[in-house]
DNA sequence: CGTGTAAGGAATTCTGACACG
DNA sequence: CGTGTAAGGAATTCTGACACG
């Protein structure tokens, strides 16, 4: 049950990198973060990093914005999507619990 | 049959980050370019530009160079390894071609 | 051969702010 | 609200070279 720190997810691109990928400007996508739709790493020094999945959040924030849809929208929609995850993991822990309740286990 | 352009391969992570990630200093990453043992990509500017998987080929160069193996032994391996494969693709080609050309195939 | 370093310049990134609408 | 821009500074990256061993 390992999260294998995936290619996807490690934040490694810069912005300016990020902005090629995107199309995006870097104001743009600072603005973005201000607005808590994106949230970079930062390196020692404090330069943003991005992961792939980061640059792909941004691609669907730019189509959503072309539509005119407004960043406090946006980032509804994230914080639902989101949380309908959650509860999609709470289930499966539920039933993991009952399982093991059901027939015993040694080690978690 | 597409290559899909996966994360493991984009070139997008700069020579600061690769450092990070490697533990070796830019001169080293440099130089082993030089010698032919890594291949980035360029932005517009000129500046590198690295896959996750030049990161984890820099990884094995570098537990190489600490067994005291030396840049033109590891080209060497890595060459003879890159022929191997070309070596595999060729006969899966023909395999395919074989059967393509006893049952017939209307379209490549 | 493999790596460190100082050198100088050009591009990158950062923040806070003013602007417009 | 969302984005552009000029501002100033600090860190990044690049190349070619000298050094050592």
């Known amino acids: 049950m390992e999260q294998e720190s995936s290619y996807k997810e490690r ?3 810069t912005i300016g990198v990020v902005s090629e990928l995107t199309g995006l400007t870097e104001r743009q996508i600072r603005y973005y973060e201000e607005r808590k739709l994106i949230f970079p790493e930062r390196s020692p020094r404090g330069n943003r990093k991005y992961s792939f999945m980061d ?3 941004l691609i669907d924030i730019a189509n959503k ?3 005119g849809v407004q960043t406090f929208e946006i980032r509804q929609d994230m914080l639902k ?3 309908k995850e959650d509860a999609r993991k709470v289930r499966k822990e539920m039933m993991r619990g ?3 309740a059901r ?3 040694q080690k978690e």
């Open 81 to 83: 999507q989101k949380q």
């Open 65 to 67: 914005r072309e539509e």
């Open 103 to 105: 027939f015993g286990v």
């Open 55 to 57: 640059v792909e959040q």
């Open 98 to 100: 009952q399982i093991n």
């Open 11 to 13: 934040k490694v691109i």
